[in-house]
């Protein structure tokens, strides 16, 4: 059984790693901040201090064995639900919070870790986490700028051409449409038009374009 200085040893660098991961979260003003990390952290490293150590005093019974990974693994598992949670479903296309439940699903493991005494590997997943959610972002945007898909809803009216707009913007210069998608209703024609390697400039050229159509009802930018 765990001395009670070694749990509070064990929940405090627990509570402080989480809360060193929800930090970057709650800078970007996300619901699962420092807190929501700190807890999550705290509570899968008593789990697994519980699936260890808590059953100690029925193990010298006949018959009785232990397996401390099954709370473990049920902590695994069940952290989807508070993941599940911060993702958001904005519109079609564009979805956020994934990151966030990935990170989520980290510092569970983190205090997992920290439950089961294991502090370096505890310490060097938070740190590499860390650089993931700090350092990989600018990286990130930078490879992303090169590899840009964008995609352009625009409902149209009932009367429209819609293929004549589809031959209007594939003919614009510096513009590469990778697929388009028709779709009609008793009133309006829905069209998604897929383009890659398209500059910022290219988008408002577009978006200027297609905004002096008098056929045009709703246009906006996804990805």
């Known amino acids: 059984m765990l001395s009670q ?75 989807g639900f508070i993941g599940a949670g911060t993702i958001v479903f904005l519109r079609q296309g564009i979805i956020r919070g994934l990151t966030t439940a990935s990170g989520m699903w980290t510092v569970a493991a983190i205090g997992l870790a920290t439950g089961g005494g294991m502090y370096f590997a505890a310490v060097v997943t938070t740190v590499v986490a860390l650089t993931i959610l700090y350092a990989v972002q600018p990286l990130e945007a930078v490879i992303a700028r090169r590899y840009v898909k964008r995609t352009l809803f625009i409902s149209l009216k009932a009367d429209t ?41 290219t988008v408002l050229e577009i978006t200027h374009a297609m905004q002096s159509n008098p056929q ?8």
């Open 216 to 223: 045009l009802k709703e246009l906006y930018w996804g990805k």
């Open 5 to 79: 200085q070694d749990i509070l040893i064990r929940i405090v660098v627990a509570a402080l790693l989480g809360a060193t991961v929800g930090l970057e979260r709650e800078r970007k003003n996300w619901t699962a901040g420092m807190r929501t990390h700190m807890m999550v952290c705290v509570g899968s490293s008593l789990f697994m201090m519980v699936s260890a150590f808590g059953f100690s005093d029925i193990l010298g019974s006949d018959h009785v064995s232990l397996d401390p990974s099954r709370v473990a693994a049920q902590v695994v598992s069940g952290i």
């Open 161 to 201: 051409d819609a293929a004549e707009i589809v031959r209007e913007v594939s003919a614009m210069e510096k513009v590469n449409i990778s697929g388009f998608q028709l779709s009609k209703n008793d009133t309006s024609w829905s069209l998604e038009l897929k383009f890659t390697d398209l500059k910022p400039e």
